[in-house]
């Protein structure tokens, strides 16, 4: 197996081609130092600067439509000629830990385009959550995509854990199917930086839905936009999607929204590891969280995490 | 004169046999013996590529022309499948669903170059699009414009082609995908009213009594054939009650449940293949011994074809055991001779009771169309408990799981293996000859046509008129298709895995593969992973989503990816994943082309992980896979999966030099 080292020049060197050997990497747990030394190859420090992906976090209740979008997205992308990666997190995880990852079986690419990139993983347990090897997935394949989109099916506040890694989180709900009233409800209005309405074509229905958002938005104030779109035939709103992306990525600090995730991730690492006692040893989760804002905003998530824990004794 | 006997002997119902391969022209010639025999109506069986929409030149038909049936490319090829057989006198089935209306079109086209005016045609096209998602998956387009195409159908034929059936409401396929007698009535139910509130929008109110009337289905058999007789006199039942209740139809004539059959091929097994004679002939009985519900027309499965395609002669012996039913026995002597049965009577209930709740289950769904999510799910759960059932001894299946010993079968013993094997040739030969269609005739006419389709589609207007004058005008079916792809979009049906639950049940089976995993995976460092799917265009993936489901339930991530995969397509998901295996599922017979296909695209891409082959694979085609790379061959006799999964964990663990458990 090539190292770790070795995997982040070549991400960093825009070599799409080591995107799977990336992923059995950061999955593999008997390979935790070979994982950090990749972080390391990727870190700011190492760019010069944050890494180019805009890192697009894509999230909904079960059958929203969110892989027929995610299709429509990939196929918008790539005629606009950026790279894309998709890491796709499936939540079905049974006692026998085994995970059914029926998904991309719904998204359509062309095989010989390796310029896309889709892998699913199991969130392994953590229900509506990241597997850590998806946040360090994501952080290694932003050197070289110019999209990687995190798609997690949304089951309410679980969803933050997305926030924590993704520059934009696009929140995807289907009108007339309860979603809106529960979206409504749910603390998950917390979180979107676009707002989607899927299947456009269910018209008057759909229509009020994405009124009563927007409304709904406007009283949380202006951060969200609210875009309407079909990915069925005739597909509709996808470049609106497109753009309204883009644009939330070019209004944003991104070396503090970038500098946040790896802490939050770092924090998440640690959690992992040492559970609720040890966040504890580190006086509580709001001191640790105050710790890791006195480091080195360029630091990767292993040397935060290392930080932590050196903390810990 | 006697109340037990009729006054007249009845007419036999229509009898067909489900044929077609190779070419248009060698499945003509089949179509002709079969009418000497003494077969009354044509069963169509289309290859693939035509049921999906592809010209036997596109990537997707590689190693599928010909196979399952006959390729329809063109006029041309209905012309020579039809040449000789006159069409105004012809009762035509058409397995056909969501290329149909081309399919009616080059029909309708045929006829009329022939002099037989549309009016005077009589026959069936398929065309039940919610099957397709459930349980065969030969679908083209997405349900919203799927329904549409029917709905035009339905509406055309019912003025135009008045004695046609434009629909079969198919619950065969649900029972062939694992349905409970009880889930195939209801499903079936579901569906048929997903159609007719299609329809509804599309016609004239006064004309819903002959829309109803014109609805027909096409239903299965299974070997329990007491309680299969009592499932076609519930759904006589239901059907009258939904004609009256939901659409206001009181002709009874057009309240008549009207049904044709094929008998079940689910439960054929691969070993002792004769015993399967002895299980059709008591199929074929559940779906005649009652004159109330008895099948309008019959085809039966030949004896083995869990082995492979069958013969002229194997489809002779099911025309034969038809014939014996009719003409020899007293079957057709006597009225309904379950009447006042109280046997019957009780069995009728107790499905209709479970019909009518599993109908309002699908109703809160919001109808069949919104609902193929949860049916898809629930079917794929039945198949597993009968599956579970089979493995573990409650269920009987003499030859397979009971009174397993057996004297060597004669009928394989022949140098042909006792199957059909298409000449491979024919795949090049249909490719040539599609590009030579395209190069003789009038381009601009079909360009013309094909404009005028395209407008058709993304308008409100009926898609019959320029499918026909396309059809004429010498388009090939996968332009048809294409353009009406272009219109809609493309599709990918859910697959029913997801939603699965786990079967508690199987747990201490699974314990021991489930500890294997782990300590494999805590080796590899990460869950052993496999990536399931299907290559080439065959649908039918019930196997496929057993195998997914049981490799979760034994802890694995499976990567479930599907159906109508190119190989290149299973190679990058492959590549991409990062899995251990690959399993491949093929029942259509186009292994031999397609599986090693898989296996050059993934050296090519440097993917080195073993595959495993499961499917209807003959015997004479397993050495030669193992020698093109295939590290596993299973076949239907292979019914025990958990062993599979045991051999799947053993096979990634040696070639990943992991010790095995001792």
């Known amino acids: ?313 | 004169m006697s109340e037990h006997r009729l006054p007249e002997r009845d007419r036999p119902w229509m009898m067909r046999t489900y044929a077609g391969h190779s070419t248009a022209k060698a499945s003509n010639e089949l179509y002709r013996s079969n009418l000497a025999k003494g077969q009354t109506g044509l069963s169509v069986a289309f290859d693939l590529p035509t049921q999906t929409g592809y010209d036997p030149d596109h990537e997707l038909a590689r190693g599928e022309v010909g196979k399952v049936g006959v390729p329809v490319a063109h006029k041309g090829d209905m012309h020579a499948l039809m040449d000789g057989i006159p069409l105004d006198e012809m009762n035509t089935s058409m397995t056909i669903n969501a290329t149909a209306a081309w399919l009616l079109a080059l029909y309708i086209g045929t006829a009329e170059e022939n002099g037989v005016e549309e009016s005077k045609l009589q026959g069936t096209t398929q065309n039940d699009i919610i099957k397709e998602f459930l349980a065969r998956g030969t679908y083209a387009f997405p349900p919203g414009p799927s329904m549409r195409l029917i709905a035009d159908m339905v509406a055309y034929t019912v003025e135009r082609v008045p004695k046609w059936n434009p629909i079969n409401i198919c619950s065969y396929h649900l029972q062939e995908a694992g349905a409970t007698p009880v889930q195939e009535i209801a499903f079936a139910m579901a569906n048929a009213m997903a159609v007719l509130d299609a329809v509804r929008e599309r016609v004239d109110q006064d004309l819903m009594g002959k829309v109803f009337g014109r609805i027909s289905f096409f239903v299965n058999a299974g070997v329990r054939f007491v309680e299969e007789h009592a499932k076609l006199r519930a759904m006589s039942v239901l059907w009258e009650e939904l004609g009256r209740e939901r659409y206001g139809v009181e002709d009874p004539k057009h309240l008549r449940f009207r049904y044709g059959v094929q008998v079940n091929s689910l439960g054929l097994t691969e070993s002792q293949p004769e015993n399967n004679v002895q299980r059709i002939v008591l199929e074929a009985l559940a779906v005649s011994m009652g004159r109330n519900a008895r099948a309008r027309a019959i085809q039966l499965p030949a004896w083995n074809e869990a082995l492979g395609l069958p013969r002229p002669w194997d489809q002779q012996w099911s025309l034969r055991i038809q014939q014996v039913l009719a003409y020899e026995t007293d079957l057709l002597e006597y009225p309904d001779i379950f009447e006042g049965s109280k046997v019957m009577d009780g069995l009728v209930a107790e499905l209709l009771e479970g019909a009518r709740a599993e109908m309002a289950v699908v109703a809160e769904h919001g109808g069949a169309v919104k609902a193929v999510d949860y049916m898809k799910a629930a079917l794929v759960d039945s198949h597993r408990e009968r599956l579970r059932r089979i493995e573990h001894g409650e269920q009987i299946v003499v030859g397979l799981n009971k009174y397993t010993d057996s004297e060597p079968s004669p009928l394989l013993q022949g140098a042909d293996g006792g199957i059909l094997t298409v000449d491979p040739e024919v795949e090049a030969q249909q490719r040539e000859a599609v590009e030579q269609w395209r190069a003789s005739r009038d381009q601009a006419a079909v360009d013309t046509a094909l404009e005028e389709l395209a407008r058709v589609a993304q308008s409100d207007e009926n898609i019959m008129p320029a499918t026909i004058a396309a059809a004429k005008a010498g388009a090939t079916t996968g332009e048809w298709a294409q353009t009406l792809r272009d219109a809609f979009g493309e599709f990918r049906a859910p697959t029913g895995v997801g939603e699965a639950a786990a079967d508690p049940s199987s747990d201490d089976e699974l314990a021991p593969v489930r500890d294997e995993v782990e300590r494999v995976s805590e080796q590899l460092g990460r869950t052993l992973k496999i990536l399931v799917g299907k290559p080439g265009l065959d649908g039918h993936s019930n196997g496929a989503e057993q195998i997914a489901v049981r490799a979760r339930d034994a802890g694995m991530d499976v990567v479930y990816d599907g159906i109508r995969l190119t190989p290149a397509q299973i190679a990058a998901s492959a590549l991409q994943e990062g899995v251990h295996v690959v399993g491949l599922s093929i029942l259509s017979g186009s292994h031999r082309e397609l599986i090693p296909g898989v296996i050059e695209a993934l050296k090519e891409r440097g993917v080195d992980v073993p595959v495993v082959v499961g499917g209807i694979i003959p015997e004479a085609d397993v050495e030669p896979l193992k020698a093109a790379g295939v590290a596993a061959v299973y076949t239907p006799k292979d019914f025990d999966i958990t062993k599979i999964m045991r051999d799947v964990v053993t096979l990634v663990a040696e070639r990943n030099g992991v010790a095995t458990a001792a």
Not at chain 1, 218 to 229: N, W
């Open chain 1, 1 to 313: 197996m090539t190292s770790g080292a070795e995997l982040g020049e070549r991400l960093r060197a825009g070599d799409l081609s080591v995107a799977p050997a990336v992923l059995n990497l950061v999955e593999n747990r008997r390979k935790r130092d070979e994982v950090a030394a990749l972080l390391s190859a990727v870190a700011p420090a190492a760019l010069g600067g944050e890494a180019r992906a805009h890192i697009v976090g894509v999230t909904g209740p079960p059958g929203a439509g969110k892989s027929t979008l995610l299709s429509e997205l990939v196929r918008a992308w790539r005629e606009g000629g950026r790279s894309v990666a998709v890491l796709a997190v499936d939540p079905s995880s049974r006692r026998s830990g085994g995970a059914l990852l029926g998904d991309r079986a719904r998204i359509s690419f062309d095989p010989n385009d390796e310029a896309v990139f889709i892998r699913s993983t199991a969130a392994g347990g953590r229900l509506g959550g990241l597997a850590p090897a998806t946040r360090a997935a994501a952080h290694a394949l932003a050197a070289a995509f110019d999209i990687v989109v995190i798609e997690t099916v949304g089951v309410g506040q679980s969803e933050t854990e997305v926030a924590e890694v993704a520059d934009t989180v696009a929140v995807i709900v289907q009108p007339g199917s309860g979603d809106v009233l529960q979206f409504l409800k749910s603390g998950i209005m917390e979180i979107p930086d676009v707002l989607v309405v899927t299947k456009a074509d269910l018209g008057e229905i759909a229509l009020r839905a994405r009124r009563d958002l927007s409304a709904a938005m406007r009283s949380l104030g202006e951060r969200t936009k609210v875009v309407a779109v079909s990915s069925i035939a005739p597909v509709s709103g996808i470049d609106e999607l497109v753009a309204a992306l883009d644009e939330h990525r070019s209004g944003l600090d991104l070396a503090a929204r970038r500098t946040a995730a790896r802490r939050a991730s770092a924090l998440a690492d640690f959690a992992a590891e040492h559970g609720e006692r040890g966040i504890r040893a580190l006086g509580g989760r709001r001191a640790a969280v105050d710790f890791l804002a006195t480091q080195d905003p360029g630091l990767d998530v292993p040397t935060l995490a290392a930080a932590l824990e050196g903390q810990r004794g």
